[in-house]
C-alpha cells in the first residue's frame, strides 16, 4: 500500500468497510439494528455521491469517465455497472452468497 494521502484514505474506507460487513455478518439482532439504522444510510450517501459523478450528461455518455484523451465514455459507465452488480445481481444471477463479489468477477462482467 502506498504512504501517500491516497493510500491513507483507501486503507480507511477499506478497513471502514470490512468492519461494517464484519459486524453485520457476525452481530446480533440488536447489532444489525444500529447497523441498519446508523451506517446504512451513510453508505447510502456516499454511493449516491459518487454515482452523482458519473451521471450521464445529454448524449448518454459519462461525465467522469474518459476512454480516450478527448472522449467520454458511454454511460452507463464503470461506476454505474460496478454499482449494480454489487447491489442487484441476485442469488438466481450468481453462484454462492451475492454478498461475496468479488474483484475477479466484477472485471469479468465489465470486460476489464
Do not use: W
Not at 32 to 46: G, T, Y
Not at 65 to 75: I, L, N, P, S, Y
Amino acid at each position: 500500500m502506498s504512504s501517500s494521502i491516497f493510500g491513507h484514505l483507501e486503507a480507511s474506507l477499506h478497513d471502514y468497510l470490512e468492519d461494517v460487513s464484519r459486524r453485520a455478518q457476525t452481530g446480533d439482532d440488536f447489532a444489525a439494528m444500529h447497523l441498519a439504522r446508523a451506517e446504512l444510510p451513510r453508505i447510502a450517501a456516499a454511493l449516491r455521491a459518487v454515482l452523482a459523478e458519473h451521471e450521464p450528461d445529454e448524449k448518454g455518455r459519462c461525465r467522469t469517465c474518459r476512454t480516450r484523451r478527448f472522449g467520454r465514455a458511454a454511460a452507463p459507465c464503470r461506476a454505474y455497472l460496478t454499482a449494480h452488480l454489487c447491489l442487484l445481481v441476485t442469488e438466481d444471477d450468481q453462484p454462492g452468497d451475492s454478498i461475496h463479489i468479488n474483484a475477479a468477477l466484477l472485471r469479468h462482467h465489465l470486460g476489464a
